[in-house]
Structures are given as structure tokens and as C-alpha cells.
């Protein structure tokens, strides 16, 4: 009765499910870390909230599904702030010399985007759920190792 159709249902409920993780993701990006510790953490957070979603909600899982497939706007807003918040880390980390300076920021953040999709997607993460967290830190670790000066 509050919405035009399903789709705009769906939409509402992925848009809450990825301000969560957006949040969550967020919070790690505050704190007065290091950048490589907290690209580390948001490796992990993004598993973990991924996993949480699929275990124990598949329904919502299933609807996230279908809005990363279909690009719809709440996902693109979600892979938008999150590519946000990693080029955040990666320009605080070159300031502070913790990250290398030659690759330009966009090439950069882009490759990360792309490493990320494996940990955050929901028809990638079916590929390899039991191992998701001990990949995603094995990602982040090389990663970073790429960034290293």
C-alpha cells in the first residue's frame, strides 16, 4: 500500500541492509587507526557482514541479490560510498607514507573495487562462503602489500 510495486519494496530493504553494512563500514574508517589497519578491518568487516547476511537472513540475501544483478540504485549507492571510504583510506595513507604515490588514486581504487566484489557479491560470495573470512584477510594482505611504498 506504501509502494508503488515490489521492486520499490525490495529496494527499500536493500537500501536499509547496505546502510548497515555502509555504517559499520564507515565507523572503521573514522577511527584514528592507521589506513592499512583499517583497510585490513574493512576487508573483514565486508566478509563478515556479507556472511551474517547470507546465514541468517537468505531472504535478504536473496533480494540484495537481486539488486547488485540488476543495478539497482540502492546497490550503486552502496558500491559508490564504499569506493568513497577506500579512496579516503588510500589518500590518508599516502599522505602518511604508508602507501606507495606512482599509481594514480583512480587506478587504485578501482583494482580495490574489483578485489572487493569477490568478498562483497553476493553470487561470488556462494562460491566460496566457508572460506570468506580467511580470504578476505588474505586479500586485504596483498592488498596492502600493493600499496606498501
Not at 21 to 28: E, F, L, R, V
Not at 47 to 56: D, E, G
Not at 134 to 142: E, P
Request: hydrophobic content about 45%.
Amino acid at each position: 500500500k506504501f509502494f508503488e510495486s515490489k521492486k520499490a519494496i525490495g529496494e527499500a530493504i536493500c537500501a536499509l541492509q547496505h546502510g548497515k553494512m555502509q555504517a559499520d563500514i564507515q565507523a572503521i574508517v573514522e577511527e584514528d587507526k592507521p589506513a592499512s589497519d583499517r583497510m585490513r578491518r574493512v576487508f573483514l568487516a565486508l566478509a563478515r557482514n556479507t556472511v551474517a547476511l547470507f546465514s541468517h537472513e537468505r531472504k535478504l540475501h536473496d533480494i540484495v541479490y537481486s539488486a547488485v544483478e540488476e543495478e539497482w540504485t540502492s546497490a550503486r549507492s552502496f558500491a559508490d560510498a564504499l569506493r568513497g571510504m577506500v579512496e579516503h583510506l588510500i589518500r590518508e595513507g599516502r599522505e602518511g607514507g604508508e602507501f606507495e604515490r606512482k599509481t594514480p588514486v583512480d587506478e587504485t581504487c578501482h583494482a580495490i573495487m574489483l578485489v572487493l566484489q569477490s568478498i562483497y557479491h553476493p553470487l561470488l560470495l556462494e562460491q566460496h562462503m566457508d572460506t570468506l573470512d580467511d580470504d578476505a584477510a588474505t586479500l586485504a594482505s596483498l592488498v596492502l602489500r600493493s600499496l606498501a611504498p
